[in-house]
């Protein structure tokens, strides 16, 4: 088997072999992949944090030992928290945003295969589960960063890769995708009974979940929609008030923090 690792600031992972397919999602600086398979210039990856899969520029292929990749699973890597950081040496500096993995930070350095990399801005280092205060903080750095399907950076993201970031920088790894997330947490019956950190769904005419987005305090939920923002919930969705219409219907709501 062979082991990457992400050293740019993103790199886009894609449903096909082609700079101009489908970017199903993005890779985080500092986060590891196993390698699937190669074809021409291009490599399949599977991502260590949610297994998602999908095919990567060779290019942007930083390959690491297996003990590295081993190691690497086994251990909890703080992540970024300031919006914009750098981590580098005496020859480079990479930029890295928010969310971004710090791997193996000792003090101020990080270190890829037998490379240190020095790192001296905010750190998330994960917090309890249950503090819905922290997760709202969280979420609410993210607010007015622009949409992007497949984004899960603060200058373009998607429903689910915000959901995925925020409770990541809390220390909870969700699945990449809202029909996968919704399979975790407790259903909570009623809109009224939401608590900030519940998760709400919301599906399709088809029945098949599409969104999802995180409550905050009197009913109100912050997602990704054009940008991430915040509007009002109830029985029947979401309810915008710039546009005076429900945008989405509501499916479900499962508590994550119990």
């Known amino acids: 088997m062979e082991y990457g690792i992400c050293m740019l600031s993103l790199v886009p992972m894609r449903a096909e072999r082609s700079?101009?397919?489908?970017?199903?999602?993005?890779?985080?600086?500092?986060?590891?992949?196993?390698?699937v398979s190669r074809e021409g210039n291009w490599v399949c990856v599977q991502l260590a944090t949610d297994g998602y899969r999908g095919w990567i520029d060779f290019k942007q292929h930083t390959p690491v030992s297996t003990g590295y990749y081993q190691d690497w699973c086994k251990a909890s890597h703080?992540?970024?928290?300031?919006?914009?950081?750098?981590?580098?040496?005496?020859?480079?500096?990479?930029?890295?945003g928010i969310g971004s993995y710090l791997p193996f930070l000792d003090g101020e350095s990080i270190r890829i295969n037998e490379v240190t990399y020095t790192y001296s801005g905010k750190v998330a280092r994960g917090v309890e589960r249950a503090?819905?205060?922290?997760?709202?903080?969280?979420?609410?750095?993210?607010?007015?960063?622009?949409y992007l399907w497949g984004g899960k950076s603060l200058f373009g993201i998607d429903c689910s890769g915000f959901t995925?970031?925020?409770?990541?920088?809390?220390?909870?790894?969700?699945?990449?995708d809202a029909y996968q997330q919704v399979a975790y947490g407790?259903?909570?019956?009623?809109?009224?009974?939401?608590?900030?950190?519940d998760l709400a769904f919301f599906s399709n005419e088809e029945g098949r979940i599409t969104h999802v987005g995180i409550m905050l305090e009197g009913q109100q939920i912050i997602h990704a929609h054009g940008e991430v923002r915040v509007d009002t919930l109830d029985h029947n969705g979401i309810y915008n008030a710039d546009r005076k219409r429900y945008s989405h219907q509501l499916r479900i709501i499962k508590r994550v923090f119990v």
């Open 186 to 197: 407790e259903e909570v019956h009623f809109v009224g009974q939401t608590r900030p950190g």
């Open 164 to 176: 995925q970031q925020v409770y990541g920088l809390c220390g909870y790894q969700l699945p990449r």
């Open 131 to 146: 503090d819905v205060a922290k997760l709202k903080e969280l979420a609410l750095i993210f607010l007015k960063a622009p």
């Open 78 to 96: 703080p992540r970024v928290l300031d919006l914009l950081q750098f981590v580098g040496t005496d020859a480079a500096r990479i930029p890295v």
């Open 19 to 35: 700079d101009k397919a489908e970017i199903v999602t993005q890779i985080l600086f500092g986060e590891c992949y196993e390698l």
